[in-house]
């Protein structure tokens, strides 16, 4: 039934761009697409003239698929885009407007952030980094993880910002992987008016690391915590005795601007490389003409700067256009369920970013809870993480938007930076629940496995087919597997993105999800793999296979099938303990939702698990056929035990 009123929704509503304001946004003209598609190379080069250069490119573009240069020799530093340019014309304007949970607000002038940027970035030099070395980051949504991040860019040394809500394990992960020396954490912070021992988990990753120089604590949340001597130091001692001006390094263009690392299909994440020039010019226009960002714009983005999405909508996008950003340390639902509307009344949001999973549960919580609040300062509203159901889309753009509102409903990923296939809120006509267009200059095709477009509105898988400026440049010491995850699907040239998507006859794309082992989590990227490592190094397991099971507000959850070792035994007991365990192993993001033990998993003649018989148990649908499998009998047993779990939850 519902997936009934979703397919007519989908087929039905158009919305068209608003006149008034098309005619104040910042790309309006049409030909736009067509002027990119002629010439992709002089279309980069003329919007690479909105960044700052100390020394122009000698070439705009060198492709030898699958490595791309942009902007070859041009020398720039973002930091320096972000920033120093920005003071002339407006020094005394609003960078930051940052609300804690406990509803303390702090805000940075742009003149303000420049001079904790710069002393910041001298601190860091005094403490003996030097450009090339990577800066482990692992803060909270507070203003110097962006402070961290720009002081970083500012002296060369890439930053590898690790999100505050991962554990210790995966601190030391990414931290080993990248042989990171430095790490940049707070005493704590709060959530839910709860204060987290932030520097203790810190402590306990760096102590799975080899040999880390330099920890440096924001005090925050002022929490008794333990400062170990020679190793740790206090931000504002080092910012207190810092000189603030820093003259900004000159970065090559292809310099690494930063490593994020992200879930993809083995149990050990990648470290996405992104480099200087092209990513600073992708994130600039991207956010200039989706957002269309003003002098006067108050833009809020809901996202974690642990993700990519904070680094490029919160930090490099809209700091580069000199932009009032609003940054949130807390919870939606803290104190109460309209903590985001009373947000976006009191300093008046003009432009709300935000994702799906959270739009869902709004929805549930009621739209009597955001009609208490005056949202009429908003002006344009944004979704991103996840595919977008039509209702949820509808819900937003009436509930938040007040049906005046583009909605920008934008496809991209950590790989590529910036965002590829949205609407131009001055130029689309939208439909909910599609993320329309490539963005001009983005090659955008729905591909066969073997390679060939698929028509008729069939679903494929979602490929790009020419490069672009922020595109991922390496996975961190690892071309193998760079090559392998992206470019060996159909050939160097054609960039696979691991999602399926559909076309629809005016040419939108409607992506459809992953079509790897990777699951999106409220909006959160997991690999399968590495929630099923973590479950096989428990003593207890023997063999586990996970899948992303449906759920109606975070998209998907985790569900877990468990084989156990010999001697252990079954228990409720034992099934708590094994969701704790991923839980601190990974992150609480991480968190099944559901074990199921199984004395057998439904398996190939080959041996190979079949994880989409295993979804189709979990979300209950049709599981196909089974009679190639080894042990087609495993399939009733399972689906019996997941009647006995659901009749549980219920
Ligand atoms: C995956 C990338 C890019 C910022 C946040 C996530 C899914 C992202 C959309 C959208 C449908 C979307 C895809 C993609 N995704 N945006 N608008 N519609 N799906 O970055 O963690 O690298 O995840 O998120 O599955 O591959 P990420």
Known sequence: MA???????????????????ARQANMNDPNVYKRAEDDLEGFWEELAGNIDWYKKWDSVLNWEPPHAEWFTGGKLNASYNCLDRHIEKRGDKTAILWEGEMGEVRTYTYRELLDATGRFANALKGL?????????????????????????????????????????????QRMNDAQSKFVITCDGYSRRGKVLDHKGKTDEGVAKTGDVEKVIVVKHADNDIVMQPGRDIWWHELLGSAEPSCEPELMDSEDMLFLMYTSGTTGMPKGVVHTTGGYMVGTHVTANWIFDLKENDVYWCTADVGWITGHSY?????????????????????????????????????????????????????????????????????????PINPSAWLWYYENIGGSRCPLVDTWWQTETGMVLITPLPGLTTLKPGSATKPF??????????????????????????????????????????????YWSKWGVGTYFSGDGARQDEDGCFWVLGRVDDVIKVAGHRLGTMEIESSLVSHPAVAEAAVVG??????????????????TAIESEELRKELVGHVANEIGSIARPKGIVFADDLPKTRSGKIMRRILKAIADGTDVGNITTLQNPEAVEVLKRKLEEFNSGLG
């Open 128 to 172: 003996g980094i030097k450009k090339g070395d990577i800066v482990t980051i692992y803060l909270p949504m507070i203003p110097e993880a962006a402070i961290a991040m720009l002081a970083c860019a500012r002296i060369g040394a890439p930053h590898s910002v690790v999100f505050a809500g991962f554990s210790a394990d995966a601190l030391a």
């Open 440 to 485: 001009p200059g983005i090659k955008a095709a729905v591909l066969d496995d073997s390679g060939n477009q698929v028509a008729g509105g069939q679903g494929g898988n979602l490929a790009i087919q020419a490069p672009w400026p922020g595109m991922i440049r390496a996975v961190y010491q690892d071309e193998k597997r760079f090559i392998d995850t």
């Open 549 to 566: 099971m449906y759920d109606e507000l975070k998209g998907e959850a985790i569900f877990c099938y468990v084989t156990l070792e010999g």
């Open 314 to 386: 919160i930090v490099y996008g809209p700091l580069s256009n000199g932009s009032t950003v609003v940054m949130y340390e807390g919870a939606p639902d803290y104190p109460d369920k309209d903590r985001f509307w009373k947000i976006v009344e009191k300093h008046r949001v003009t432009i709300f970013y935000t994702a799906p999973t959270a739009i869902r549960v709004f929805m549930k919580w009621g739209q009597e809870i955001p009609a208490q609040h005056d949202l009429s300062s908003l002006r344009l509203i944004g979704s991103v993480g996840e």
């Open 3 to 21: 997936e009934t009123i979703e397919a007519s929704l989908k087929e039905q509503r158009r919305f068209e761009p608003f006149e008034e304001f």
